[in-house]
């Protein structure tokens, strides 16, 4: 009698379908156990994207109004009609979206130094210059015009003091806020503080001409080597340089 031959190995087709049944029970087992999780964190997947895609669109539309609006009451203001441009400014000025809010109010400041009212423009102008939800640039911006606005009425250490971060060379803002502090030093009876400043203005060939002009005018009437005003590498009939006539201490021109 021959008997069958057992099969050391089982068959390769049941292993397969063995395996293929317990991942189907596994699967089943953690849908049954986590599915309602796996769904509810889909559904607040998606909801997060499209909620970040609707405010970031309404966010958009928002500063394209604003800017319209501001443009606006630009105009407005440029014609002499403040009335009608303050209500929309007013309005930014509160709920602005970004850096339209301190725009606006720097425009309300414009507006109010055109009226006579330094005393609010300066106001205006400060809380502009520490708001830190704004950029800097348009800080920096807001306080540099209310420097000037309060400089003949502001104490000499108070100028030096407030424009100390932008009186500094390679500052953006260093050719104005360095000629600001210089006259505010002598103003303050310290010639010698003044000088070194005045000196760099004149040096720095990326400012404005007539900013250095007048620089070189008044380094010249304190005393400066007007050999120290030459910048290396400059023409010698450079008119930085060859300014004589000594400029008053007055405040800085507009």
């Given at each position: ?16 379908e ?13 849908w ?9 964190a ?19 539309k ?13 105009s ?19 709920d602005?979206p970004?850096?339209y ?31 830190g ?11 540099i ?12 250490a ?7 971060t932008?009186?500094?060379p ?13 006259l ?16 760099a ?19 010249l ?13 400059a ?20």
């Amino acid at each position: 009698m021959i008997l069958a031959v057992t099969p050391h190995e089982p068959d390769e087709a049941f292993l397969r379908e063995v395996d293929e049944g317990v991942r189907r029970d596994q699967v089943a087992t953690l849908w049954d156990r986590y599915g309602i999780a796996i769904i509810a964190a889909v559904v607040l997947f998606l909801g997060a994207v499209g909620g970040w895609l609707w405010w970031q669109d309404s966010q958009a539309k928002a500063r394209a109004t604003a800017g319209e609006d501001l443009t606006q009451a630009m105009s407005k203001l440029e014609v002499g009609d403040a009335a009608a441009a303050r209500p929309v400014l007013d309005r930014l000025a509160k709920d602005g979206p970004g850096g339209y809010r301190g725009l606006a109010q720097m425009m309300q400041a414009a507006d109010a130094a055109g009226a006579g009212d330094n005393a609010k423009a300066m106001k205006l102008l400060d809380a502009v210059a520490v708001d830190g939800k704004l950029s800097q640039p348009l800080r920096d911006a807001a306080l540099i015009k209310s420097v000037r606005l309060g400089f003949d009425t502001l104490p000499p250490a108070a100028v030096i003091e407030r424009l100390k971060t932008l009186s500094v060379p390679g500052n953006a803002w260093f050719g104005i806020a360095g000629e600001m502090t210089a006259l505010a030093h002598l103003k303050a009876g310290k010639p010698d503080l003044a000088k070194p400043l005045l000196t760099a203005i004149v040096r720095d060939q990326s400012l404005p001409t007539s900013l250095r002009g007048r620089a070189a005018e008044l380094a010249l009437s304190l005393g400066v080597d007007a050999a120290s005003l030459k910048v290396p590498g400059a023409a010698s009939s450079d008119n930085t340089s060859a300014q004589t006539a000594p400029a008053p201490a007055a405040a800085p021109a507009e």
